[in-house]
C-alpha cells in the first residue's frame, strides 16, 4: 500500500457508519449474545472500540503530533463503565469521538507519517505504525463482532454448515 494515510483515513471513515446501521438492523439480544463462553459479543466489540478510540488511537495521534510519549494500554485494565448504555449509544459515541480524529486526520501530511514518539514498551513508533495499526483493528473487531453475531445463524444451516467451519466458534 503505497497511501497509508488516505487508505487508512478512508477505512477508518466507514467504521461508526457500519456500526451504526449494524446497531440499528440486527436484535439486541444478538448483539449481546457471546458467541461462547468468555468470548466477546458484538456489543462487546463496539465498546472495545469506543474505548480505544478515546484512549488509544485519537491519544496516541495527538501524543505524536504534539511530540509527547505515547500511554501503554492495557485491554485486560479493569476501567469505570461508560455512561453510555445501549449499543446505539455506543455507536453513536464512536461516531462523535471518530469524527474528531478524523478531522485532525485530514490535516496531516505525508511527511507527517514519520513523525514518531517514545512508546514505553516499543521504544520509538511512528504514525505511519499508528495509522496501520489502527485501521487492522478496526478491521479486527468488526470481523470478530460479524463473527459472533454468525454464531446464532450457523446451526441452522443444515447440510451448508461446513462452509462456515473457519468462522465457527467451538466451545
Known amino acids: 500500500m503505497t497511501d497509508v494515510l488516505d487508505s487508512a483515513t478512508r477505512l477508518l471513515s466507514t467504521t461508526a457508519e457500519r456500526w451504526q446501521s449494524l446497531v440499528e438492523t440486527a436484535p439486541g439480544e444478538l448483539l449481546q449474545r457471546p458467541p461462547a463462553p468468555g468470548e466477546w459479543s458484538a456489543a462487546d466489540c463496539l465498546n472495545h472500540l469506543l474505548l480505544t478510540e478515546r484512549i488509544v488511537f485519537g491519544a496516541r495521534l495527538r501524543a505524536i503530533?504534539?511530540?509527547r510519549d505515547l500511554a501503554t494500554f492495557d485491554p485486560g485494565e479493569s476501567r469505570d463503565p461508560d455512561p453510555e448504555r445501549t449499543p446505539r449509544e455506543v455507536a453513536m459515541s464512536l461516531a462523535a469521538e471518530r469524527d474528531e480524529n478524523l478531522a485532525v486526520m485530514r490535516d496531516l501530511t505525508p511527511a507527517d507519517l514519520e513523525r514518531s514518539s517514545r512508546?514505553?514498551?516499543?521504544?520509538?513508533?511512528?504514525?505511519?505504525?499508528?495509522?496501520?495499526?489502527?485501521?487492522a483493528h478496526?478491521?479486527?473487531?468488526?470481523?470478530?463482532?460479524?463473527?459472533?453475531?454468525?454464531?446464532?445463524?450457523?446451526?441452522?444451516?443444515?447440510?451448508?454448515?461446513?462452509r462456515f467451519e473457519d468462522h465457527e466458534v467451538r466451545t
Open 65 to 67: 503530533l504534539e511530540g
Open 119 to 135: 512508546h514505553p514498551e516499543y521504544g520509538m513508533v511512528a504514525l505511519r505504525v499508528v495509522l496501520n495499526t489502527w485501521a
Open 138 to 162: 478496526d478491521l479486527q473487531h468488526t470481523v470478530q463482532a460479524e463473527e459472533a453475531l454468525m454464531q446464532a445463524f450457523i446451526p441452522g444451516t443444515g447440510p451448508f454448515r461446513f
